[in-house]
């Protein structure tokens, strides 16, 4: 039986004890104090502390709900907190979130404009920087570790960083009030230069392609990933843990690059006078963990921190990854103070001008997880070469598709298990030889609705019968260059001794 407690409530009409339990509700009790004081049952709220901080929220969960989870949840969902929003007697009607701006309001005609004037009305307002309490997404789950896997074998292939953009969708998260999980599944890798230490992005002429082929998947491009790892030992497979509390979770530039994306895919919001407020779109970092083991650690960055990115006053620090730079105003760009408030050694509360600034403010941890029973959105058991991985020796051509296609000869491969994989679908459509961007649809509803009946029918286009001629002629040169070499004479039959060579 679950243990009595008497909570003590104060209101400008008095002080009454109620009657509870460890695990009531915060509705249920949030409905005792309604009858108690006699109000109705929405016009009022209540707080944990006198500040008027800590709303308890009508929802049917315990009362601490968020810190009984596990593990314990430090952010509520941004639903949750919409819903806090909405709550009260007005229900929300005047409720506005507005995005922050950094720079300077446009059309103020009572001065020269800057760096000749500036006033309050066209001034931004200096940014506190504060640990923002909600998250726009819950959990992070890849479908299955295959999908992780064959990301990680260019670094394990190569000692070189690999940087990827993750598809899937967005569901609900039953384990979180409101809360939204992102499931991935699928990572399509962009051209780019990687080192043990760096990476870099090239200009990606398919780009456009792939976000098209995963709309009619029934996909979205809902994050990023990037390897930092470093081998400690390579006869068993450890690597070094690298990110952590003493050092960093995410760089200064990391976090620009997140805000630089999640400003790219942001958030539609009918709360918001611009349509959209913060981002869905996430960060993962394939990095060591605190066992020497490759972990996965997922990330946001606050909506202060993409409003410092939109409007480019965020710099990083070389010397110091975990610091960012505020930038400094200029004849050229007007830059609002940033400050943001820690405690000093004797633990009293002081705010520092953020110059630099550590960028733990402006991260918010994502648990990242993998499935007790995978889900594969693309069936093919067979491995069709990733693309840009030519560094590797590995090519998408029909050479490679030749090749994959041979190993599908068995009746009890099925025609939707052979073509249900990301890499080769895509390969499919952008390919130069023969594209199939204008005559693939029936193939990709058939992939995403997995029917085979679909798959079938467009099995016996002239399109495909093109590929499979194409890919029998790669496929008959394969087998002929053996046999070739076979009967060729060696090098050294054709130099050696005469009298040899007769006996």
């Known amino acids: ?37 006699g109000f109705s049952s929405n016009g009022f709220s209540i707080y944990l502390n006198r500040n008027k901080t800590g709303e308890i929220l009508s929802q049917n969960k315990t009362l601490n709900y968020l810190n009984h989870l596990d593990p314990p949840v430090k952010h509520m969902s941004f639903h949750a907190y919409i819903r806090k929003l909405t709550g009260g007697a007005d229900k929300g009607k005047f409720v506005a979130l507005e995005n922050i701006s950094c720079k300077i309001k446009s059309g103020c005609e009572g001065h020269p404009p800057w760096p000749e004037g500036i006033c309050t009305k066209c001034q931004p ?13 819950d959990n992070i789950m890849f479908e299955n570790h295959t999908i992780a896997d064959r990301f990680l074998d260019f670094w394990r292939k190569t000692g070189s960083q690999r940087m990827g953009y993750l598809y899937g969708r967005y569901t609900e ?65 450890t690597v070094h843990y690298t990110r952590n509390k003493d050092s960093f979770f ?127 959105t693309f069936s093919s058991t067979l491995r069709f070469p990733i693309e840009n991985r030519d560094a590797l020796g590995e090519t998408q051509d029909f050479h490679s598709l030749a090749t994959y296609l041979s190993q599908c000869s068995s009746s009890s491969c099925s025609f939707l298990d052979i073509v249900s994989d990301f890499h080769l ?51 008959r040169d394969l087998w002929i260059m053996p046999w070739v070499a076979q009967l060729s004479p060696s090098p050294l039959q054709l130099c050696g001794p005469a009298s040899t060579a007769h006996s």
């Not at 915060?26 to 004081?37: G, S, W, Y």
């Not at 895919?265 to 993962?284: E, I, M, Q, Y």
């Not at 909506?303 to 480019?312: G, H, T």
């Not at 085979?452 to 001629?469: C, R």
């Open 125 to 137: 307002s200096a940014i506190t920087l504060n640990r923002q309490k909600y998250r726009h997404v």
């Open 425 to 475: 679908l895509l390969f499919l459509v952008t390919n130069e030889v023969m594209p199939l961007q204008d005559s693939i649809g029936l193939l990709l509803d058939a992939v995403k609705t997995s029917n085979e009946e679909l798959a079938q029918t467009w099995k016996k286009s002239e399109q495909w019968a093109t590929i499979e001629q194409l890919c029998s002629e790669f496929h």
């Open 250 to 376: 995410l760089s200064a530039e990391e976090c620009i690059t997140a805000g630089h994306f999640q400003n790219q895919h942001a958030n539609a919001c009918r709360l918001s006078p611009d349509g959209h407020f913060g981002s869905k779109f996430f960060t993962v970092v394939a990095t060591g963990g605190p066992d020497n083991q490759v972990h996965f650690e997922g990330y946001q960055v606050s909506n202060q921190c993409m409003a410092l990115v939109r409007d480019e006053c965020l710099l990083p620090c070389r010397d110091a990854p975990e610091l960012g730079y505020a930038k400094e105003s200029s004849t050229e760009q007007y830059v609002p103070d940033v400050f943001y408030k820690d405690k000093d050694k004797f633990g009293n509360d002081i705010t520092y001008l953020a110059r630099p600034l550590p960028v733990e403010y402006l991260i918010i941890d994502i648990t990242t997880t993998f499935p007790k029973d995978p889900v594969f």
């Open 1 to 37: 039986m679950a243990e009595n407690i008497i909570i003590r409530v104060q209101s400008p009409e008095g002080m009454k004890k109620i009657a509870s339990t460890k695990r009531e509700t915060a509705a249920a009790f949030l409905k005792k104090v309604a009858k108690e004081f």
């Open 173 to 237: 998260h039953k384990d979180i009030p409101l809360g939204i999980r992102a499931e991935v599944a699928a990572i399509y890798e962009p051209p780019q230069i990687g080192t043990q230490n760096s990476l870099e992005l090239i200009e990606d002429p398919k780009a456009e392609a792939v976000e098209e082929i995963a709309a009619k998947l029934g996909l979205r491009k809902v994050g990023w990933i990037f390897t930092d790892l470093l081998s400690e030992d390579t006869r068993i497979g």
